[in-house]
């Protein structure tokens, strides 16, 4: 979040963040988005009788402040399908694998565990398949013999910081057009 909104302040991208929404109140990028001066909502999933009611007030707050694109930076939740058809492509997210190999959680542990020579990072859209979403960009960066899940992490994370909001300024300039399963850069 804080490297979308550095990419917005340094006119690297021509974008606005108009709410910074987190499932939980002691989030680190709630704190950030707040000395930035954005504004910010807390949804605790276990205030709400069920997924799709919880689902349902983030995505009225998201309409409320016109949101055109949702991203997902450290959200740890995976999204219900009214919240991905309510913006059908409209949803990116960043993972710290080169999908699709390393779907789901600690990605970067499952590359060194496994050898990868090279892992990296993907930005795709949302869709009801985890990690499986239309590729938009990815990024790599050689694995060595020994990278640990957190030197790996570290890699990719530098990598993450420029490339998402290179995704997103492709986005703003409705330079993406989807066929199929791929993502066309125009």
Do not use: W
């Not at 108009?18 to 709630?30: H, K, T, Y």
């Not at 409209?90 to 190999?101: E, F, Q, T, Y």
């Not at 990719?156 to 850069?185: C, D, G, M, S, T």
């Amino acid at each position: 979040m804080e490297a979308i909104a550095r990419a917005i302040q340094e006119r690297r991208l021509d974008a606005s963040i108009e709410i910074v929404v987190s499932s939980n109140p002691n989030a680190e990028g709630l704190k950030r988005a707040e000395f930035l001066g954005i504004k910010t909502r807390v949804f605790e999933q276990n205030a709400f009788p069920s997924k799709i009611e919880y689902e349902n007030a983030i995505i009225q707050t998201l309409h409320e402040h016109n949101v055109g694109l949702v991203l997902l930076a450290g959200y740890m939740k995976i999204l219900g399908v009214e919240l991905i058809q309510a913006f059908r492509h409209h949803v990116m997210n960043i993972h710290p694998s080169l999908l699709p190999a390393f779907k789901g959680l600690h990605a970067q542990r499952q590359a060194v565990e496994y050898g990868a020579r090279y892992s990296g990072c993907t930005v795709h859209f949302v869709t009801e398949d985890l990690d499986g979403g239309p590729i938009i960009l990815q990024d790599t960066v050689e694995v060595s013999p020994e990278d640990t899940e957190k030197s790996l992490s570290d890699k990719i994370l530098e990598k993450e910081h420029v490339l998402y909001p290179r995704a997103v300024q492709l986005f703003a300039e409705n330079r993406l057009k989807i066929e199929n399963k791929r993502v066309v850069i125009l």
